[in-house]
């Protein structure tokens, strides 16, 4: 089974921080073809969670630019500039290249 | 707009069946992608469960294979979790999802539910 492991699991901020999120997978998530299925999303109470970024680096529609993917094999980074109040909640990575399998979360919280 | 919207009991009792309907306004269940159910557990850890696709074809987490049924309903454009022999460890928050294309969301869960509460308990 893959594991995946988010760090680290609580990140207190300021707003206008900048911010990045590990998410370490326990085998590379790049496929024989060569496509790597990892996504990012954010988790507000009472919400449902909400996609940011796709396929590593691909901004969903209506996100901000201020979020950001990169990474490969089995390390990637969300970046988060500029940190706003709306940003507060939780953030989990999702590999779906062997199945799927979550990060266990990093809580974005005020300082 | 693509919306999703669970609905069951929030109450089941242990060695019971969870019973569960997801219903999807705005997109047609058999016109593509998989549609999927993930469940949190009290302390947040997120658990794909499975899904069943648009040609009806299904996947589950091989940790719950031999409890879990996920099926469909194509005329009220609706799928179901049907999840056996429960004990307090299912209790959780359910929520299902659409799993989206490969060019629009490269097979990320792009559409979720609102979710549903679960508690297993006699």
């Known amino acids: 089974d893959v594991v995946v492991t988010q760090t680290p699991l609580s990140l207190p901020v300021s707003f206008g921080d900048q911010v990045s999120i590990s998410c370490r997978s326990s085998?590379?998530?790049?496929?024989?073809?060569?496509?790597?299925?990892l996504s990012w999303y954010l988790h507000k109470p009472g919400q449902s969670p909400q996609l940011l970024i796709y396929g590593i680096s691909n901004r969903f529609s209506g996100v901000p630019d201020r979020f950001s993917g990169s990474g490969s094999g089995t390390d990637f980074t969300l970046k988060i500039s500029t940190i706003k109040p709306e940003d507060l909640g939780m953030y989990y990575c999702?590999?779906?290249?062997?199945?799927?399998?979550f990060g266990g979360g990093t809580k974005l919280e005020i300082k | 707009d693509v919306q999703l919207q669970e609905s069951g009991p929030g109450l089941v009792k242990p060695s019971q069946s969870l019973s569960l309907t997801c219903t999807v306004t705005g997109y047609s269940i058999t016109s593509d992608y998989a549609w999927n159910w993930i469940r949190q557990f009290p302390g947040n850890k997120l658990e794909w469960m499975g899904y069943i696709s648009y040609s009806g074809s299904t996947s589950y987490n091989p940790s719950l294979k031999s409890r879990i049924s996920i099926t469909r309903d194509t005329s009220k454009n609706q799928f179901f979790l049907q999840l056996n022999s429960v004990t307090t460890e299912d209790t959780a928050t359910y929520y299902c999802?659409?799993?989206?294309?490969?060019?629009?969301?490269?097979?990320?869960?792009?559409?979720w539910g609102q979710g549903t509460s679960v508690t297993v308990s006699s």
């Open positions: 999702l590999q779906g290249t062997h199945q799927y399998t």
């Open positions: 085998q590379s998530l790049a496929n024989s073809y060569g496509n790597t299925y």
């Open positions: 999802a659409r799993r989206g294309g490969m060019t629009t969301a490269y097979l990320a869960m792009d559409y």
